[in-house]
């Protein structure tokens, strides 16, 4: 989240819509009202804390720069936005797409500006029920960051590790909060986002090991489990440097970690060999191994040209037993994180999302207002399908509005903070249903640019059975067909080829979209 909502809002503007191509590197600076577009060609090479810091260095008042590093001007399909030294919009190649318009930067400079809501004092009693409740279910996600997660994950057979080839990784304890937090192994500072109370962000310097002295923003759960237990890699120094990277490369750090593993378990199996990584020795856990090829990608120079289409792409350049390594939905995206083999919620919300990514979760947060209750087995492949429809629309009206997933406890608090800060009236089901039309909105944006039902899949390894570790032999591909089907007829769409129903869209207020289904047959 950073503070870039917050300054952009004090400078007069709601949202930012940027068209066309600019001739030359330029950035993007709002403040006062105003929206200027600045010469960038002088920052051009750098990463995103040297953008950063150039920017702000030239600047008399506070302000949140989000630029793209070397990877978005090389146009890298997974290429992020980052900014707030550590906030990164990192799915989907949205750096690329600023890369494409040689747009470097967007600037928001703070002005004092006061915004007024329609009910202050009912918000501020909002957002202090709001804190209550995340403090009340993740108490220990203040002191101990998200990487209080890795070792409970772990113990549920839900940590990536060694590219989905087994589950075992004996030293997850070394990246749980207990050793990434302890000051005699870094020194954290407080790196919170604006106005946050839970405060979980710092930033961290390495206190020993090879890294000692290196500082940087310190990994969520999910940088820390791409730079560690997916690449097979054992020093939680080197995780912070290697997950620091990507944000300053400006590459996601999931693809990142998907990517690596990748080349790993292809060089180990022979797959790859050392000149086809311009003589890197791509071992499982060679950190510096690691990040020569993140800077190769970041640059698309040699070998790394072929892995900055991404794991599905370049799995496919390679041919052969290479696309049984990949670990991918059948779209192209890599999962977050986890080892969704272990979620099956996640997995069939990433495979089957408009986003390339969870859509419904984190989990299914279910919404007790509109009576809906927790799936009973996270393992019955059509109560989960039918779960994660049942809650579709959530997460995307949160992602709409601009709030912290973290803080996202109690649905009912997030629409009373809307009503108080807007002046609306809504109840949970008309705010679940704002979700639903950006839901069925980006489905058939999707269908006519391609997207076929056989799609809607994971990979080989993706899906693949769990071999050792508390969930051996699990596997969710035998119920794919029918846990797809089911999914799709929860939803309002077509049970066989999941596009959205004309009542479906009509219901939602989308009735606009209906003659485009009679073009797509």
Known sequence: MGFFGAYLKFAGFDGIVVHGKAKKWSYLYVHD??????????????????????????????ASVY????????????????????HVAAHNGMGAVMGSKNLKAIVAERAQTKISVADPDRLVAVAKAIYDTTYNMMPGLSAGGTAAGFPILYKFGQVPVKNYTTNIFPEFEKFGAGFIRDQEHF???????????????????????PYKGYVGDEPEYEGLAAMSSVIGQTDPGAAVMLGDMTDRLGID??????????????????????????????????????????????????????????VKRAAEKIGGEALNCAVTTMKGATPRGHDHRARWSELVDTCLSNTGTVEAGPGVAVIKELGMTPPKDPFDAMEVSMKNAEVSGRRILEDSLAICILTSQDFQLEVDALNAATGFDYSPQEAIDVGRRAVNTMRMFNFRHGLKKEMEAPSSRYGSVITDGPLAGK???????????????????????????????????????????????
């Open 67 to 86: 630029s793209i590093g070397p990877a978005g001007e090389h146009l890298v399909r997974f290429a992020c936005i980052a900014g707030d030294h550590g």
């Open 253 to 310: 750090v999931n693809e990142s970690g998907y990517m690596l593993g990748f080349i790993m378990e292809c060089y180990e199996k022979g797959i790859l060999k050392k000149e086809d990584l311009d003589g890197i020795e791509m071992t499982w856990g060679n950190a510096e191994g690691a990040l020569a090829i993140m800077k190769k990608i970041a640059h698309r120079e040699g070998c790394g040209n072929i892995f900055a289409e991404g």
């Open 33 to 62: 009202g105003k929206a200027e577009i600045c010469n960038a060609e002088h920052l051009v090479g750098k990463t995103t804390w040297e953008v950063e810091d150039t920017i702000k260095a030239g600047l008399t008042k506070q």
């Open 187 to 209: 020194k954290n500072t407080p790196s919170s986002c604006w106005a946050c109370r839970v405060a979980h962000c710092r930033t961290t310097e390495v206190l020993e090991g």
């Open 475 to 521: 596997t969710i591909m035998p119920h794919w067909d029918e846990l797809r089907s089911n999914y799709y007829t929860h939803m309002g769409w077509d049970g066989d080829t999941g596009k959205p129903l004309p009542e479906t869209l009509e219901k939602l207020g989308l009735g606009q979209l209906i003659p485009d289904l009679q073009k797509l047959g």
